[in-house]
């Protein structure tokens, strides 16, 4: 019954509970669509008007969108593989073994996790590539381009402290050899790989502090930076229009760039 | 809000007004407090005890390595080399990027699976990427007479230990 589930619906948005919460209030007119962006505190972020055309799948590939999408997957799975993982030698091991024989659906989330970081790197070069290809790194795009590096840096660093963390011979090898290149900084390359490791060698510290890094301040950071990344999106102008697009060009008259709502 | 502008009275030259000098003073403490915090935070995260293996390792009776042998240990990563001037340990560690090299006995030298390295069985690189010979190690007799080596004390090649 449509008709009963609408009035229900009715009655909710209409209540001073729900009104409370979403002050944009009832109605479909530009200034009611406006405000339901405009005052939620994760949509805020982006562009209160979006030209239909931009959101289809030519102008971007959903390249960003996409790498977005395989963060937050790895986030879920990520926090439910901490639920059985201990950081600890040579527990460690054992626990990953556990999630992948013992554990109901670990096999599945384990390999969700490793599965969406190789996509996630994929996906950050590709939308890199994409951005540089179509110039959308110009001004005023450059310091979005430059937060978009330190992004690309955070991604590699989340997939390089992860790779340790099942303590297997490939894990151990990979972060020796790794951490290694470390030492190669001039003058204090041997105080950074001490401090990296907590130690000499790959060992118990390190594997507390790369637990810490991918679990903790990596993630936080990138989260900072994402959101800073779409923020800058509205400031910059919105997303990106390539010039030579007869359609565009012929859209983009109306509205110069600098005029449109931020 | 008073009018800040009326308060304000450019100060002669070469001196201070009390709101640059507080200004100064406070941004100055600031600057200690961020470089003490930096100096707390390095001192946190340098650990000052190591569970570490220790460093140097009792091989046993000098008598088990046949002259002209190199015995590769791959627990404390060392090859201990017997010839016919003396003694010596080698560090079995690649000094490319870290990865445990390998005896080669039929071609009679020392390679890194990892990136390629070659090396003589006196450390010297003779291929690949390692930018330095294999380290030899500090040994020694003890007083039990045991072949004793320091791993994280290098030596001059070419000092071989008589016994």
């Not at chain 1, 479909?28 to 406006?34: D, K, Q, T, V, Y």
């Amino acid at each position: 019954m449509p008709g009963k589930t609408d009035k229900i619906l009715e009655q909710i948005e209409r209540s001073r509970v729900w009104r409370s919460i979403f002050r944009s209030g009832r109605g479909g007119s530009p200034l009611h669509r406006a405000l339901a962006i405009q005052q939620n505190v994760f949509l805020h972020l982006f562009s209160t008007k979006v030209r239909k055309r931009m959101l289809g799948f030519n102008a971007t590939w959903y390249l960003g969108a996409l790498t977005l999408g395989t963060f937050l997957i790895l986030i879920v799975t990520g926090v439910l593989l901490m639920l059985y993982y201990h950081p600890s030698v040579p527990q460690a091991y054992a626990d990953m073994k556990d999630l992948q024989f013992v554990v109901s659906s670990g096999l599945f989330l384990r390999n969700l996790h490793r599965w969406s970081a190789q996509v996630m790197v994929f996906l950050v070069f590709a939308h890199m590539f994409r951005v540089f290809y179509r110039g959308a790194y110009r001004p005023p795009r450059e310091f979005n381009w430059v937060v978009g590096v330190v992004l690309l840096l955070i991604t590699l660093l989340l997939s390089y402290t992860g790779y340790l963390l099942p303590w297997d011979q490939l894990a151990y090898w990979a972060i020796t050899v790794g951490s290694n290149l470390s030492k190669a900084v001039p003058l204090v390359g041997d105080k950074i790989h001490f401090l990296l490791l907590g130690g000499n060698e790959v060992n118990a510290n390190a594997l507390l502090r790369f637990y810490v890094l991918h679990c903790l301040i990596l993630p936080l950071a990138a989260l900072l930076f994402i959101a800073v990344h779409f923020w800058r999106i509205r400031k910059d102008g919105g997303l990106y229009v390539h010039q030579s697009d007869p359609k565009t060009l012929a859209a983009s008259k109306k509205v110069a760039p600098e005029k449109e709502a931020k | 809000m008073p009018d800040e502008k009326k308060h304000e009275t450019s100060p002669p030259a070469g001196e201070l007004n009390r709101r640059a000098f507080f200004a100064k003073i406070g941004l100055g403490s600031l600057g200690i407090a961020a470089a003490g915090t930096a100096g707390f935070a390095y001192q946190f995260l340098s650990p000052n005890v190591l569970y570490e293996p220790s460093p140097i390792v009792n091989m046993g009776k000098p008598e088990r390595f046949a002259v002209d042998s190199v015995t590769m240990d791959s627990d404390s990563a060392i090859y201990v080399v017997h010839t016919a001037e003396g003694f010596f340990a080698l560090s079995e560690i690649c000094t490319h990027l870290g990865c445990m090299t390998v005896w080669n006995e039929e071609l009679g030298i020392i390679k890194c699976p990892c990136h390629g390295s070659q090396f003589t069985q006196d450390g010297v690189v003779i291929a690949g990427p390692a930018p330095k010979p294999l380290p030899w190690l500090k040994t020694w007799v003890s007083d039990e007479g045991d072949l004793m080596v320091d791993r994280s004390t290098t030596i001059h090649p070419m000092q071989f230990l008589r016994v």
